[in-house]
């Protein structure tokens, strides 16, 4: 089992950049397929982008292409999100997810283990 902690969200202008962090504990990140997902308030949680244990493979949400970055620390425990050019439809809280056998999932079934999230606020 791992635990996931996410970090790094705040307010923001428009335009702007975060960098979020998920950190495992209990088990090493690298055991996992690892996702972003999002939920805006009053939305449902969709999916940002998902990175494989290598960290060499990589998918996004077409809202999020070219914006944003899924990435692995070197020490394989920490997934990144890196955000650039924030716009205020990015405000939701981020969740961080994994799970041992699913690669690339799209739907939040698709995940065993959930962090507790990050906000992102984006002002305009």
């Known amino acids: 089992q791992v635990q996931l902690d996410e970090s790094g969200g705040g307010l923001v202008q428009a335009g702007g950049s975060l960098r979020l962090s998920c950190a495992a504990s209990g088990r090493t990140s690298s055991d996992y397929y690892m996702g972003w997902f999002r939920q805006a308030p009053g939305e449902e949680r969709e999916f940002v982008a998902a990175?494989?244990?290598?960290?060499?493979?990589?998918y996004y949400a077409d809202s999020v292409k070219g914006r944003f970055t899924i990435s692995r620390g070197n020490a394989k425990n920490t997934v990144y999100l890196q955000i650039h050019s924030l716009k205020p439809e990015d405000t939701a809280v981020y969740y961080c997810a994994a799970d041992p056998t699913r690669f690339g999932g799209r739907n939040t079934d698709d995940y065993a283990y959930w962090g507790q999230g990050t906000q992102i606020t984006v002002s305009s």
């Open positions: 990175i494989g244990r290598s960290g060499a493979v990589r």
